[in-house]
């Protein structure tokens, strides 16, 4: 008989992390104090920290070594180019912007390329993206197919473009008024689910025609084109490697914040194949990040970055990284939990309408819920719901179909035990689902209000 073959790690642990345990009262403290909000709790409070995949990553021997070689020249950096260079390689692009993080590059790309009333089409939204295109002046428009919005439904690509809902703004607005579709690879907002290759080159042939670009988020891109060799026959022969270049060569452009799947700690980049474009954002970046071979980073970072893309790239890393998350998917359906499915890249989402029927959307299910989670077991998770949606401009809630709470992966972090310790806390907080109240907002800030913003219990 032939066992199955299990999706072990690809790496042994060198260095351990000590943590904090805490009691449930030190927690229920914790909490109130942070205003029910997981992002006001204090780090060390915190067991198992499933906030976000952004930024805390594990890094590699060869990571570390890396950043004792950094350049930390003002200008001209021997670690720009190395980290140019590793771009062009891997992703294609041809010119490069250094930025601190992936909202540095959205700001300066939405600043040179979106004019006041312009429309921009994407796969869902993205809270920063969406917030830097609405502050250069344009309008986010929704074009992901339904499926996106439900997470019960199966199809295999929900991150995919409906093409008569692109067809239909452009028929309305003209492509003159749509300087881009904002494309992410592994749709963060809809549960980590991938675009078909099928469906951008489709995407692709459309937007030739029309002449529009395609402007690539590509944070999870190492996931997504994981996910295409897995599910879509005609790339199954293909690595991750040569997927995530052929994803690239269908854009004009990208923004990267390379905290998630570049495996490191900070940092990020804008690239385009345009030379104006370019050369507009090399003098801008010098304005808000800093000089266009830096751009906010140190040299150190920079290394670190070049050494991450080409690990992230490994079929085996990805295996044993979406292997993690499904398993922790698993365990809890094992429990009768409801999560969106099919299991994305980078995490679990809860799914808070179902979990809490009792609560309205604006009594803050996903909110609550998160705060339950961390009192149950110091493990801390997000809200992906009405809170993170925010506002439009005329003041009125967004009100988004999928209420979540993500149980985000670090890379590289935690081991299988976790994953069972994760899995248990959630299904005893099910058991007591019916006794969890809402909560009220006490504080709002006016700009990406979830970071921030405060409750308290109904
Ligand atoms: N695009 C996507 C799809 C993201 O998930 C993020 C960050 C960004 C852009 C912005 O990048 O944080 O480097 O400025 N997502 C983090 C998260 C914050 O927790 O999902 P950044």
């Not at 590699?60 to 001209?76: F, I, N, P, V």
């Not at 149950?376 to 997000?382: E, H, P």
């Not at 979540?404 to 299988?416: C, E, G, I, K, N």
Request: proline fraction near 3%.
């Amino acid at each position: 008989m032939k066992h199955k073959k299990s999706w072990a790690e690809p790496y042994r642990i060198k260095m351990v992390e000590l943590l904090k345990m805490t009691s449930e009262k030190d927690r229920k403290k914790a909490i109130k104090e942070a205003g029910y909000n997981t992002f006001l709790l204090k780090a060390e409070d915190v067991y198992i920290d499933l906030l976000t995949d952004s930024g805390t990553n594990a890094m590699s021997d060869m990571q570390w070594s890396a950043l004792m070689t950094g350049d930390e020249a003002y200008a001209g950096s021997k670690s720009f180019y190395n980290m140019e260079k590793a771009i062009q390689k891997y992703y294609g692009y041809k010119y490069i912007i250094p930025t601190h993080q992936g909202r540095g590059a959205e700001n300066i790309l939405s600043k040179i390329l979106i004019k006041p009333g312009d429309i921009v089409p994407g796969n869902m939204y993205f809270t920063t993206t969406r917030l830097h295109q609405e502050l250069a002046g344009g309008t986010f428009a929704d074009i992901i197919i339904d499926e996106a919005h439900d997470p019960k439904n199966l199809h295999p690509f929900k991150g995919n473009v409906d093409l008569d809902k692109l067809d239909a703004l452009v028929k309305k607005h003209g492509s003159k008024k749509i300087p881009y579709i904002s494309i992410a690879t592994n749709v963060n907002m809809a549960g980590g689910q991938p675009i078909s290759m099928a469906n951008l080159k489709e995407l692709r042939a459309y937007t030739q025609k029309h002449g529009i670009r395609i402007i690539h988020d590509m944070t999870r891109v190492a996931e997504n084109a994981y996910f295409i060799q897995q599910r879509e026959e005609e790339y199954k022969n293909k690595s991750v490697m040569e997927i995530v270049k052929e994803i690239c060569s269908l854009t004009d452009g990208a923004t990267m914040s390379a905290k998630k799947d570049a495996l490191v700690n900070i940092g990020g980049f804008m690239a385009t194949n345009e030379w104006d474009v370019y050369e507009e954002a090399r003098n801008m970046v010098v304005v808000y990040e800093g000089l266009h071979t830096y751009g906010g980073l140190a040299g150190r970072d920079m290394e670190a970055i070049a050494v991450g893309i080409k690990e992230s790239l490994d079929d085996n890393h990805q295996h044993a990284r979406v292997g993690q998350v499904e398993y922790l998917g698993h365990k809890m359906m094992e429990f009768n939990v409801p999560i969106v499915l099919p299991i994305g890249g980078h995490g679990i989402f809860v799914d808070a309408k179902e979990f809490l029927p009792h609560l309205t959307q604006d009594q803050f299910p996903s909110q609550s819920l998160a705060a339950e989670v961390y009192i149950d077991s110091g493990v801390r998770t997000m809200e992906r719901g009405i809170v993170s949606a925010g506002r439009k401009a005329d003041g009125t809630n967004y009100y988004p179909k999928l209420e979540l709470v993500r149980f985000t992966m670090p890379r590289r972090v935690y081991t299988q035990a976790h994953m069972d310790v994760i899995a248990e806390s959630i299904a005893n907080v099910y058991d007591r689902r019916h006794k969890i109240k809402g909560l009220k907002m006490v504080y709002e800030p006016k700009y990406l209000r979830f970071f921030q913003a405060r409750f308290e219990k109904l």
